[in-house]
Structure formats: C-alpha cells, structure tokens
C-alpha cells in the first residue's frame, strides 16, 4: 500500500489487489490511458478526460511533482516502510543530517557542481551524473558543508560508490 499525500491536503491509499488491479482508497479504478509523449499521458476516467505531464520527480523526498490540466500539483508518495519510520520518529531523524552522497546507479559523471569545503543546502545540485543516456542532477538531501570530494568528470563510477562526502 502506497499512501498519497496531495498537495491540496487530501490523502489517498493506492493499492494493487491480488488479481493486479489498481485501488484507490478501496474502489477499483480502471482508467483509459494513451501515452502522448516520454512524460505526457491521456486519461479517460469515468467519463472525464485528463492531460497529464510529468514536470518532476524528487527521490529522496519521494515527490512527483505534475501538470493536470494545466494546474500543477506536487504529491508525496509514503509505503509502509516510510509510515514506520515516521511512528518511529526517525524520519525527521534521517533528514537534518547530510550523510555521504553515493552512486544510486552505475554511470558517468557529467559535472560536479560543489566545492570542497562549500556550503549546501537542501536541494541544491551536487552532480550530474548520466546513466542509460539519461542526465540525473543528485541533489542535497539536507543543509550541510562538503568534506570530500572523490570524484571527477569524466570518471565512471559504480553503484553505492561515495562520490562526495560530508562533514
């Protein structure tokens, strides 16, 4: 179970049920897509049409951020785990400290956008990282000051490797 958090305040729980259906908040939706483009889509549901664009979409905060209609709208995925973490308290924990920044895939770096001994803040670009002819921008989880470097353009890197290291 995904639970939904819309940027207007409503919470939804989507699930798949065991014969793969989609479920939200326990009722069965069957859309009619129609793939425009790599991040448009068309959806008929339930008589309605809706034009949808992926603007964005943030890992480490777990947000998507979209273009229905021409409204944007941000929302924040959340499973179990992240539920878990949160009734644990250790969500607010994890997220005030900036902790190594690591390879989420094999690639090549592109660019390297901080210095060492510089200053970041959340959600300013660390490193351009391309993977699968893809360009990622990694970005700071949190605010925090770079204690290494160890990486440089050019270079290949694997998954899980440090690439920049902070104090």
């Not at 090549?108 to 959340?122: Q, R, T």
């Not at 893809?134 to 690439?163: P, R, W």
């Amino acid at each position: 179970m995904i639970k939904i958090f819309h940027s207007s305040g409503n919470v939804h729980e989507a699930v798949y049920d065991p014969n793969g259906r989609l479920k939200i908040n326990g009722k069965v939706i069957d859309p009619d897509t129609q793939r425009i483009s790599k991040h448009k889509i068309h959806v008929l549901l339930n008589n309605h049409s809706y034009s949808a664009e992926l603007l964005g979409y943030d890992q480490s905060e777990r947000t998507i951020t979209l273009k229905v209609n021409g409204k944007v709208t941000r929302i924040k995925l959340q499973d179990k785990y992240d539920q878990l973490l949160h009734d644990l308290g250790m969500d607010s924990a994890l997220s005030k400290k900036a902790g190594d920044l690591k390879a989420p895939m094999p690639g090549l770096v592109v660019e390297v956008a901080v210095s060492e001994g510089g200053e970041v803040k959340k959600g300013d670009k660390l490193l351009v990282l391309e993977a699968m002819k893809m360009e990622n921008i990694l970005k700071a989880t949190s605010d925090g000051v770079v204690k290494k470097i160890n990486v440089k353009k050019s270079n290949a890197v694997e998954k899980n490797q440090v690439l920049i290291e902070f104090q």
